[in-house]
């Protein structure tokens, strides 16, 4: 059985830590972006099956790299924040996220999040190659 991949693009190496532990423990690939630029060559070289975009990086906010992601791919992205300003779930939303979690999260929910849309994404492209 081939692992899904997820392509995290955190800058904080202890949540980095704890995601990969998460991630790999439940049977997922796990790589890592921290800018826009590794973003898309990470999504183009590696094409992940899910992104897990932080808002806050020390370059650029999340949001931008999930329009850019957004305007090239279809893989469903959760947007992460520890910021706890209403907006940011709107402006998640609005840049193209499928889904939204607050820091500091519990781990079932993110992995029961990321099964959630790696299911819908599978449904969505098998549906896809059928009708083609």
Known sequence: MVKKRVLVVEDDLPTRQLLNLWLTGE???VRFAMNESS???AAEKWDPDLMLIDVLLPDE???EICESVRERTSVPVMVMTARTIDADRDAAFAAGADDFIQKPFDWSDL????RRLLQGATVERLS???ST
Request: aromatic share 12%; net charge negative.
């Open 111 to 114: 992995v029961e999040r990321v």
């Open 128 to 130: 896809m190659a059928a």
């Open 27 to 29: 049977g997922y690939e």
């Open 61 to 63: 906010l999340g949001f």
């Open 39 to 41: 973003t898309l060559e």
